[in-house]
Structures are given as structure tokens and as C-alpha cells.
């Protein structure tokens, strides 16, 4: 299995830009997470869906972010307008179940906005 | 408080034992993880205890978990340059599948 991927991998955009984020979580699982990393917050957690269905988005700073998961095998978070408080890399992680099962993480995108 | 809390800093010499601290707030979480996050990457499941035990072991990595004082350490023998990283403790709690982090503690490695 290829693991959790996200694409970009790296995206410098300008202030004001549309931002669009995306993961492909493992095959079969049924929970995917969105983080965000930065050196003054660590890790948060924005957003999480189990079956494609949001269940908690308390994390999700405000209302110029937004995720969707269309299906089970694809998920986007978009930040639109951006800011350059928003640069930080956003971590794409899912699961099997709900128990104690690892979650796999992506290995990042990292924005940088300008 | 909802913070889960770890010191920032660790240095050890290579062949020493490391210990990492963390103190988590929930009594009621039923899981308690340690992840390890190397430079550029992102984070990897180290090890994971259930609430009901107090220690678990797997090969260096030695878990420790006080439930009464809310306190999770991850003791690795031996420590070698490669475990050079951050750690991350993070609990469980009884709400799916969410986890809350700590700030991660970067342990460096000397030989």
C-alpha cells in the first residue's frame, strides 16, 4: 500500500489566493483527519470525517477554511482567502475503525504563504 | 485544562537511557500513544498503551502510565543518533477517533 498521500508537497502561493489541499487516505479506512503543525500551536487537529461524514470541525480556524470528502478515497481542504498566518504543514492522517488503531499519517504539505 | 503537556527539550549521549514525560488531562481516555515525527516526514505510531495497564514493553521502548497522576513516559534504551526526532504523546479520548496532541519534545542525540 502507498500509504496516506497528499498532494502538494510543497505550495507557495500569495496572500489572498485560493489554497487547495488534497489527500488520498489509505484503502479501507474509514476515518480521515486533517492537522495543522506549527512551530507556536504544534500539531491541531482542524477536522475530522468517519464514512465521508464530518464529525467535528471545533478545530477548523475560521470561515475561510473549509474540507470536503466526496468519497472514501479522496478528501481537500481549501483555505480561500489566504494569509500568511495560515503557512504551516498540513497533515492528512486515516484510520480503520475505531478503536485503537494507528492513524497513518501523510507526509505533509507544506504552505507558505507570502 | 485540554492542553496534554511535554517538555520541549531532551539531550542525551548515544547508549543512554532516554525518558520522555508527558502529563495528559482526561482520566477518562482510553488510549494514550507515543509518535515519532523525523525532520520532513510525518508522524509515525511508535506505540500505544491501553488505560488499563500500567507498562507496557517492546523491545527499547518501555511505556510507563501513572492514571492516578495523569502521567505517560516513554523510556528508550540504548538511545542511538537514528532515534533523533520529536516525540508526540497524545490521548484518546471517548469521542471517536480524535486524538490531542502534546507539543512534542525534540530529543537530540550525541555520540
Known amino acids: 500500500d502507498a500509504g496516506v498521500i497528499q498532494s502538494p508537497r510543497h505550495e507557495v502561493t500569495e496572500m489572498g489566493q485560493e489554497v487547495t489541499l488534497r489527500c488520498k487516505p489509505i484503502?479501507?479506512?474509514?476515518?480521515l483527519f486533517w492537522y495543522r503543525q506549527t512551530m507556536m500551536r504544534g500539531l491541531e487537529l482542524l477536522i475530522y470525517?468517519?464514512?465521508?461524514?464530518?464529525?467535528?470541525d471545533s478545530g477548523m480556524p475560521e470561515d475561510r477554511f473549509s474540507a470536503k470528502m466526496p468519497n472514501a478515497s479522496f478528501s481537500t481542504l481549501k483555505i480561500q482567502p489566504s494569509e500568511p498566518r495560515d503557512s504551516a504543514v498540513y497533515f492528512c492522517?486515516?484510520?480503520?475503525?475505531?478503536?485503537?488503531?494507528?492513524?497513518?499519517f501523510g507526509p505533509g504539505t507544506r504552505l507558505t504563504v507570502l | 485544562g485540554e492542553d496534554v503537556e511535554q517538555s520541549l527539550f531532551l539531550s542525551v549521549r548515544e547508549g543512554d537511557s532516554s525518558v520522555i514525560n508527558c502529563t495528559y488531562t482526561?482520566?477518562?481516555?482510553?488510549?494514550l500513544y507515543w509518535y515519532k515525527q523525523e525532520p520532513g516526514a510525518g508522524l509515525q505510531l511508535l506505540t500505544y498503551?491501553?488505560?488499563?495497564?500500567d507498562m507496557k514493553q517492546d523491545q527499547r521502548l518501555t511505556v510507563l502510565l501513572n492514571k492516578k497522576d495523569k502521567h505517560l513516559s516513554l523510556r528508550i534504551a540504548d538511545t542511538q543518533t537514528g532515534d533523533s526526532a520529536i516525540y508526540f504523546c497524545?490521548?484518546?479520548?471517548?469521542?471517536?477517533?480524535?486524538?490531542?496532541f502534546g507539543q512534542g519534545t525534540e530529543l537530540s542525540v550525541k555520540p
Open positions: 492522517a486515516s484510520i480503520q475503525g475505531a478503536t485503537y488503531n494507528e492513524q497513518f
Open positions: 470525517f468517519n464514512n465521508n461524514v464530518p464529525i467535528d
Open positions: 484503502s479501507g479506512h474509514n476515518s
Open positions: 482526561d482520566s477518562s481516555s482510553t488510549y
Open positions: 498503551i491501553f488505560s488499563n495497564m
Open positions: 497524545a490521548e484518546r479520548r471517548n469521542q471517536g477517533g480524535k486524538l490531542i
